[in-house]
């Protein structure tokens, strides 16, 4: 099984918009623990979430557009990850990639399973030390989330410190324990 990664922009979300409304319809219960913006109170309608996605998609390039004009500010990059036969199996992304710090964070959600996954996860990291030229990267992962916690512990990231009681993101009140689990690129 191979996966290839590309972009999430306004085109591309345009063109899979409905698949990955679908998707996150069929996946919502597994999803809104951990993603704020898969509750239905947030995306309850395919119109809802197409506005949602316009949003997110418009801040993310503000951020690029910041980040060119002073490369000391952080910048985020969201890629869909489609599976062999062309079809969304889920989403993977850079949060505050940090030029100067030389690190970012990685998050990923899975619709498909966990080996589009480690590839996901694998082709991520390849483009964090040959295209960003970063020396790390690291993941959030609220304590309570078994499964992420085994799956960045069983690929090399260690698990550096434990936040408690912090809010979970800036657009999630709740309140959670947090792994932060980092791991250091090497260049081959």
């Known amino acids: 099984m191979s996966v290839e990664l590309k972009k999430l922009d306004f085109t591309t979300f345009a063109k899979n918009a409905g698949e990955m409304y679908t998707l996150l319809e069929e996946n919502r219960t597994r999803l809104v623990p951990w993603f704020w913006w898969a509750n239905e109170k947030v995306t309850p309608t395919k119109f809802r ?13 503000r951020k690029n557009i910041a980040h060119k004009l002073n490369s000391a500010k ?44 480690i590839q996901s996860v694998k082709i991520l990291e390849d483009y964090c030390i040959n295209t960003l030229n970063l020396n790390s990267i690291y993941g959030k992962v609220q304590s309570t989330n ?23 993101s800036k657009h999630n009140p709740n ?14």
């Not at 990639?97 to 964070?105: D, H, L, S, T």
Request: charged share 25%; net charge neutral.
């Open 74 to 117: 952080t910048y985020d990059e969201q890629f869909f990850v489609y599976d062999e036969s062309g079809k969304i199996g889920g989403m993977v992304g850079l949060d505050n990639v940090n030029i100067k710090n030389k690190n970012a964070e990685i998050w990923g959600l899975a619709f498909k399973g966990q080996t589009q996954t």
């Open 175 to 188: 309140i959670a324990d947090i792994y932060i689990y980092t791991k250091n690129l090497i260049r081959y």
């Open 146 to 168: 078994r499964a992420c916690r085994l799956f960045w512990e069983k690929y090399g990231y260690d698990a550096k410190t434990l936040d408690s009681n912090v809010q979970v």
């Open 49 to 61: 979430f197409y506005v949602f996605m316009a949003l997110y998609l418009a801040d993310t390039k």
